[in-house]
């Protein structure tokens, strides 16, 4: 492993232009993840026709990078602005945000530059000693029934976490979960919900929903505290955490990189599900339940520990098995294939160094969030002093921009204005978004791996839970799920 | 004794409404799928019917509890606090806020980015409450100069053009300079 891991960093580093690529990747997933209003995701979609004339390595590999440095910086907006670069970055700003309006958003964004390079670097170094072994593990241990069990349990763990009752929680849930029924069934591939919009056929696109949902939405809440007066500027801190405040953390910090790790390698789960399961496990085991949502590092560093920890494990079963774990990872399919070539098994043997310059990437790109970062963070947070009123247009034209490349549709647009208004009414009448947005993701993968699974056993529910990761997941999930009801309706009584 | 405000009505109504047009619908792509015996319809209307008994299950705790928050509930944010309009401008400028962004999605198409996007960027400055001329004029253009060198210049990437003139024209005239520049430069 070390042999190849010091001949893929030398290929990297041997070739000025393989460097620019990856400082180029570094700096602008950083920046596209920290920027309110666009993602990595945007800067992925308007870099992938460039990719064409790029060597296949060095196209995965730039996308490895933007992949690792974005999902850091997406944390940055979360904890600033209460805007998340990322769905995966949206549990991070269950604290975050209330840090920064505590004065303590150098702390808050300080914690989140260690963990998720604590986190990324740990991933990285596990994925390059065990893809092998641990995608053969995944594909005899894991199929339809484990993922649909496990997007289930985290279904679950979401719902328990943001809205104001349970029962908003859920809704929240399920109403994402409806969103994604809009467009084609995953089996049989027939139109549903379109209304007339051919452009529906293919569902609510992803990147519009969420920078709706999150983005815009946040920007009416704060313009509408603006209009009645009620606007409050955040507080500019640079104070970040010290070594003992960290230290007191360990436990959730290696908690969550299994969380990550364990989320990521399963196909088309990924780093966000791995942030809520991360964030609800610190909640689970927490002595101080009453204390997360209100301003606690712990929120802040379970959640961005895990999201990164699921960036190395996403890779193995997009390059061993050839699944991607999510949108990020998807695109990177779309790199392979512009160099006709199939992310899967052969790979490894067709291929060995474009995988070795890609893991050595992604370790360096995890390392240098740790430097470049804790630079990068003393600029961004200056953020903060721009007024309202200027920094308003500029997210909402960011936002409409990164909606609109994904496909070139201005109804991607309009579904974006949609969605924040419909995010800003059930944020007043105190719904989820980040429940909302994690049932848009899950839902078309749930539904795909219910009816999967479900051929799979005949239809016969006692062999579906004669899988023991199954049922262990299933179990966990309807235990997180009783409890809820249970505390709630004991509360409505009382 | 019930706590059941008129708006938490129009909240379960509103849900309900959502459920029944959802069902409805359904019934267009009620196809049997050969291969999987729940067909297209089987996991939507799934959703809709534990969503109408998670409806009802809020349903019962507005009327006991009315907007009370549960008590242990994690990553609630301050959207919740009681937000109240002392004049009706207020409610005018949040009504504009909410609108401007949908007349600016729905002009991009005839009027295209290059021409929209400057009138829309003065219009929100001015309604979020700046009323130094010189300030929206300076940001306005410092804001559209910024986003044309990153997003034209610098990532070519392709922004809707408008399909009327003279908005069209400006659009031509914009991507002719950008090419020029990436000539000039060898980009």
């Known amino acids: 492993m070390i042999d190849n891991f010091l001949a893929g960093s030398l290929a990297l580093f041997g070739d000025p232009f393989s460097i620019s690529i990856f400082v180029f990747g570094v700096v602008g997933g950083m920046l596209f993840g920290a920027i309110p209003g666009v993602s990595m995701l945007t800067l992925a979609a308007i870099l992938l026709p460039f990719t064409a004339n790029l060597d296949p390595a060095q196209g995965v590999m730039l996308f490895a990078v933007i992949y690792c440095t974005g999902t850091y910086g997406g944390a940055i907006t979360a904890i600033l602005f209460n805007i998340p670069g990322a769905p995966e970055n949206a549990p991070t700003a269950f604290d975050g945000y209330p840090m920064t309006r505590n004065g303590q958003s150098g702390k808050a964004v300080g914690a989140a530059v260690l963990c998720s390079a604590i986190g990324g670097i740990t991933s990285a170094v596990v994925m390059m000693a065990a893809t092998e072994p641990l995608a053969n593990w995944a594909i005899s241990n894991i199929g339809p029934p484990e993922i649909f069990a496990l997007v289930f349990f985290g279904l679950a763990v979401a719902s328990s976490v943001g809205g104001r009752t349970l029962w908003k929680g859920w809704i929240s849930v399920l109403c994402g979960l409806l969103i994604a029924t809009i467009g084609q069934d995953p089996v049989g591939g027939i139109n549903r919900y379109n209304f007339g919009f051919a452009d529906l056929a293919a569902g609510i696109a992803f990147v519009p929903a969420i920078l709706g949902f999150f983005a815009v939405s946040e920007i009416f809440v704060q313009a509408e505290k603006k209009a009645i007066g009620k606007y409050v500027a955040p507080e500019l801190s640079l104070d970040f955490p010290t070594i003992l405040e960290l230290w007191i953390n360990k436990i959730a910090v290696v908690r969550s990189i299994i969380v990550g790790f364990f989320c990521g390698i399963l196909p088309g789960i990924g780093a966000t599900l791995a942030a809520f399961m991360g964030y609800g496990e610190a909640v689970r085991w927490s002595k101080n339940k009453e204390e997360f949502g209100k301003g606690k590092l712990e929120g802040v560093i379970s959640s961005e520990t895990a999201n990164n920890a699921a960036t190395g494990a996403a890779m193995i079963p997009l390059l061993a098995l050839g699944l991607p774990g999510g949108a990020m990872t998807a695109l990177m399919v779309g790199v392979f294939q512009m160099h006709d070539l199939e992310p899967g098994p052969m790979v490894f043997y067709n291929s060995p160094d474009l995988i070795w310059i890609v893991f050595a990437a992604m370790f360096y790109a995890n390392l240098s969030i740790l430097f470049i970062g804790l630079i990068e963070t003393k600029t961004i947070l200056y953020l903060l002093k721009i007024p309202f009123q200027f920094l308003a247009p500029m997210i909402l034209l960011l936002s409409s921009i990164g909606s609109y490349i994904g496909r070139g549709l201005v109804l991607d647009v309009m579904i974006m204005f949609g969605a924040g208004i419909i995010g800003f009414l059930l944020r007043r009448s105190g719904y989820s978004i980040p429940g909302i947005v994690l049932g848009i993701i899950l839902g078309k993968i749930g539904e795909q791996n219910f009816a999967q699974g479900m051929q799979m056993v005949h239809y016969d529910i006692v062999e579906y839970l004669s899988r023991p990761i199954c049922l262990l997941l299933i179990v966990a999930g309807l235990l997180t799920l009783l409890t809820g009801v249970y505390r709630a309706l004991s509360f409505s009584m009382k | ?187």
Do not use: C
């Open chain 2, 1 to 187: 004794m019930s706590k059941l405000k008129v708006s938490h009505i129009v909240e379960t109504s509103v849900w309900i409404v959502i459920i029944a047009v959802f069902f409805a619908f359904s019934f267009e792509f009620d196809q049997e799928i050969e291969i999987y015996i729940f067909g297209a319809t089987g996991w939507p209307r799934a959703v809709l019917g534990i969503l109408l008994l998670v409806v009802l299950g809020n349903f019962f705790h507005l009327y006991k509890k009315g907007s009370e928050e549960q008590q242990g509930r994690i990553g609630i944010t301050d959207d919740d606090e009681v937000i109240s309009y002392e004049s009706f401008r207020s409610v005018q400028k949040l009504v504009a806020i909410l609108l401007l962004p949908f007349i600016y999605a729905w002009s991009l198409k005839p009027v295209g980015f290059y021409s929209a996007t400057p009138i829309f960027i003065a219009l929100v400055i001015m309604l979020l409450g700046e009323k130094r001329a010189k300030w929206i004029l300076a940001n306005t253009l410092f804001i559209y100069f910024l986003i044309i060198l990153l997003f034209m210049v610098l990532l070519n990437a392709p922004l809707p053009q408008g399909n009327v003139s003279p908005f069209y024209d400006f659009s031509a005239f914009m991507l002719t300079i950008n090419t020029k520049l990436h000539q000039s430069f060898n980009f």
